[in-house]
Nanobody, 125 residues
Framework: QPQLAESGGDLVQSGGSLRLSCAAS????????VGWFRQAPGKEREGIAC????????YYVDSVKGRFTISRDNFQNTVSLQMSRLKPEDTAVYYC??????????????????WGQGTLVTVSS
């Protein structure tokens, strides 16, 4: 049974850093686009970062560009999100997601069908 599991969420002060991890089981993440998404209280879920399976290209939403870094470790079968200079508006439940389809190189980020359970990040001011 393919699964994703996020970890690393915590309470952190504004300006601090945090590293989230997304671990896959039952399949290899290496060949799939993987995205990080977040949902803040009262807001819709948004995609914030994506790493492409074929060439490792990365993409970020403007609000996190320059502060967050997505990376993958194929040996550990994980995808991480390094977050720095955190702001209170980064408070959200963070999810990783992917898909086994390859309609486009970024399909796992565009139309993910497999999601983790989420991990809570709280940034205090």
């Amino acid at each position: 049974q393919p699964q994703l599991a996020e970890s690393g969420g915590d309470l952190v002060q504004s300006g601090g850093s945090l590293r989230l991890s997304c671990a896959a089981s039952g399949f290899s993440l290496a060949y799939h686009a993987v995205g990080w998404f977040r949902q803040a209280p009262g807001k819709e879920r948004e995609g914030i970062a994506c790493i492409i399976g074929s060439d490792g290209s990365t993409y970020y939403v403007d609000s996190v560009k320059g502060r967050f870094t997505i990376s993958r470790d194929n040996f550990q079968n994980t995808v991480s999100l390094q977050m720095s200079r955190l702001k209170p508006e980064d408070t959200a439940v963070y999810y990783c997601a992917t898909d086994f389809g390859h309609v486009t190189p970024a399909y796992g980020c565009e139309s993910p069908g497999l999601w983790g359970q989420g991990t809570l990040v709280t940034v205090s001011s």
